[in-house]
């Protein structure tokens, strides 16, 4: 615990300096967050180690005292813990190193660095928490951080749409927020404790599943699942730059951390429970990618893309759930075994596509697909990473996201071994919807790749400069991993499963490994896959596919005519006519109508000339035909928004009672007590 002591001493350091120094020159800007980054490097380290070592304990009873049970508040580093540091702060390393980089030039709001390490400090404290208090008091922090790495002064932005964002992010920070205390005031009484570990152990029946359900839902908000995920968007789009990746590729990772702790702590939900929680994240995942795949926004896509991940990982959780509810502990260590090893490379993938795309978006001033095609020519280092981390997302081999969704798709394939229509009927329709998610997330980050990274660079194009060598540094650390993690992952698969033997054995999770080289989905001679051999074999097929080619076209196939990647078929088209990110996504929009509510419009533009105005190339007279297709938000369209009105109306009453009188206050008051009690007495 020494070194996570350093590591927020560090964090707490650099907070301090950031606020007394108000970012007078670039060099103070850089501290507080070298300080992030050193303590981000810290921690992670404490993870690895903790993972496979000894609980260790850190009192706060010089800070808060102590609790009325007689225990200390205080901190506890176990495996589990352990796992999801590691997972936080060596995604945090690389982001911060970019953030670092981006800031020196870019003109940024002077709290920006003590927001960050405010950031960090409740996601290692919330990982860390032994107790109720601490865990409450870090998680209403993070909704801070998120607060103000959102407010509209961050950068610049539309003044009433960021504000609009913050609103949302700080409203559900807060929901959530409401959920996780009244779980555990519903906890507390049953267990008599206020530890984590001592919160299960006598909660049975209603009040089991009520404090479940609530906890749930309180780290369901922070993920981002249906109908709770309208937040994301906005608020990533408000934060600034490459922070985003820090807020969707690190501390979304603790709402998961809660979700596996949950498990640990009230063991078997009911199962009713898990098998919600299996469809509601089937069905956001595939809400996630329909979004994601029609969006004309760089950020508002990959933000889309972090609700699809959320369900995805949320699906294999809720096999977990399923495998606890009915005694099965292959099932449920082949479940969190999937969801484990997606949130980690959801955690690489997003972070890079987050990082590299929010420099896109500072430098050219944009994040309109349709203006950043070819940005990998006017960016290399970010468009390189806008590449990669299109091609990881779109779970594609070698890469990790590939491994990960084969093992949910293999997971979700173990239904026959229940015997239970109840629950086998579910994860098959639950296999349909992360089937169909896979298929058009392969869809959309084709577009983001083709057009935006590598496609034909529009006529009109600004110049500007990429990051630096630290920042250039920290993207090549995450564009390397998201292959190298694939290659290693049977060696990721034990470390996953010593940090999983909280919940479930860890010989049971090692059980995924079949040979050094092979994997299963823990039920041994289902099926299995060899992600090592594959990062080799692919590579070595390319190239002697190459070789074959240019050996039997004998050198033809150099003198092959070339035109820019995703071009126009016809040589020579240009503006308008060219096909762009837009129209490739339009057949989608027509496919997913149903769930997209697509609403088409086709109107006359001109008539006159034949042509637009000004056109030089116009025809003959003739009528010009324009064509737009817009998306709706389901759930905030038809849930949220007409729940605006009576809100409205019930704020506008609230106010009116700030012009009572005092002495009719403290009746209401008294009237309130005497019912209190009598109910009490009763």
């Known amino acids: 615990m020494t070194a996570v002591a350093a590591a927020l001493g560090l964090l707490a350091a650099g907070f301090l300096t950031d606020l007394v120094a108000r970012g007078r020159s670039r060099l103070w800007r850089m501290l507080p967050l070298g300080a992030a980054g050193t303590a981000a490097v810290v921690l992670a380290g404490a993870g690895l180690a903790a993972v496979r070592g000894e609980t260790t304990y850190a009192s706060l009873g010089w800070l808060f005292g102590r609790l009325s049970t007689g225990s ?22 690389p982001a911060v190193a970019i953030v670092a980089s981006w800031s020196w030039t870019k003109p940024v709001m002077r709290t920006m660095p003590a927001a960050v390490c405010l950031l960090l400090s409740a996601c290692a404290v919330i990982v860390l928490a032994r107790d109720v208090f601490v865990l ?14 959102t407010s509209p002064g961050q950068h610049r932005t539309d003044g009433r749409a960021s504000l609009t964002a913050t609103l949302a992010t700080v409203t559900f920070g807060k929901v959530s927020g409401a959920a996780l205390l009244l779980g555990m005031l519903v906890l507390v009484p049953a267990g008599g404790s206020l530890t984590w570990t001592g919160l299960g152990t006598s909660a049975e029946g209603a009040v089991k599943a009520s404090a479940y359900t609530l906890l749930v839902v309180a780290f369901a908000v922070k993920v981002g699942l249906v109908p709770l995920q309208v937040w994301m968007p906005r608020g990533y789009q408000a934060a600034p730059g490459p922070v985003r990746a820090l807020m969707a590729g690190a501390a979304v990772n ?41 969006h004309t926004q760089l950020t508002a896509m990959v933000a889309y893309s972090s609700v699809e991940n959320a369900g995805l990982i949320t699906t294999a959780y809720g096999v977990a759930l399923i495998g606890s509810a009915v005694g099965m502990p292959q099932l449920m260590a082949a479940g969190l075994l999937a969801a484990t090893l997606q949130v980690v490379a959801h955690a690489l993938g997003k972070t890079l596509l987050f990082a590299s795309a929010g420099v896109i978006e500072s430098r050219l001033d944009t994040d309109d697909l349709d203006q950043l095609r070819g940005v990998a020519r006017r960016l290399p280092w970010s468009g390189t990473g806008l590449a990669v981390g299109a091609l990881t997302m779109a779970a594609l081999p070698p890469t990790a996201l590939f491994v990960s969704e084969w093992f949910i798709l293999e997971t979700l394939m173990q ?32 577009r983001l790749a083709a057009f935006t990274a590598l496609g034909h660079t529009p006529p009109t194009t600004r110049t500007a400069s990429d990051v630096g060598w630290v920042g250039r540094l920290g993207l090549l650390v995450l564009i390397a991993a998201c292959p190298l993690l694939a290659a290693f992952t049977p060696a990721e698969i034990h470390l996953i499963a010593d940090g999983l033997s909280g919940i479930i054995p860890s010989e049971v999770t090692n059980a995924a490994v079949d040979s050094p080289w092979v994997l299963g989905p823990v039920y041994r001679g289902f099926s299995v896959l060899s992600p090592t051999w594959l990062s080799i074999e692919l590579p070595i097929m390319c190239l002697l596919v190459l070789g074959a080619a240019m050996l039997l ?19 020579g088209v240009d503006g308008a006519d060219e096909y762009t990110p837009f129209g490739y996504a339009n057949p989608t929009r027509k496919v997913l109508a149903n769930i997209l509510m697509t609403r088409t419009e086709l109107r006359e533009v001109e008539r006159a000339s034949g042509g637009r105005v000004g056109d030089e190339a116009a025809g003959p007279a ?23 009105r009576p809100m409205r109306w019930a704020v506008r009453a609230a106010l009116r009672l700030q012009s009572g009188r005092l002495d009719a206050y403290l009746f209401y008051m008294l009237i309130a007590l005497v019912a209190v009690i009598a109910v009490a007495v009763a």
Do not use: C, K, N
């Open 72 to 93: 200390e508040l205080g901190l506890v580093l176990d495996r589990l813990a352990g796992l999801f540091l590691l997972i936080v702060f060596a995604v945090a390393v």
């Open 136 to 149: 409450v008091f870090s998680w209403e922090i993070l909704t801070v951080s998120f607060y103000w790495l």
């Open 254 to 294: 603790v709402g998961f951390y809660g979700l596996w702790r949950t498990l640990q702590v009230l063991g078997a939900p009911p199962p009713w429970l898990a098998v919600t929680v299996l469809l509601v994240g089937g069905v956001t995942a595939l809400l996630g990618i329909a979004h994601a795949s029609v």
């Open 415 to 446: 239904q026959f071994r229940l015997g239970q229509l109840r629950y086998a009927l579910p994860m098959a329709a639950a296999g349909a919807l992360v089937a169909l998610t896979a298929g058009f997330a392969g869809v959309a980050f084709a």
């Open 553 to 571: 076209s004998r050198g033809r196939l150099r003198r092959v005519r070339r035109v820019p990647v995703w071009r126009s078929a016809t040589g």
């Open 622 to 644: 003739g009528t010009h035909l324009g064509y737009t297709s817009d998306v709706v938000e389901v759930t905030e369209t038809y849930l949220y928004r007409p729940l605006l």
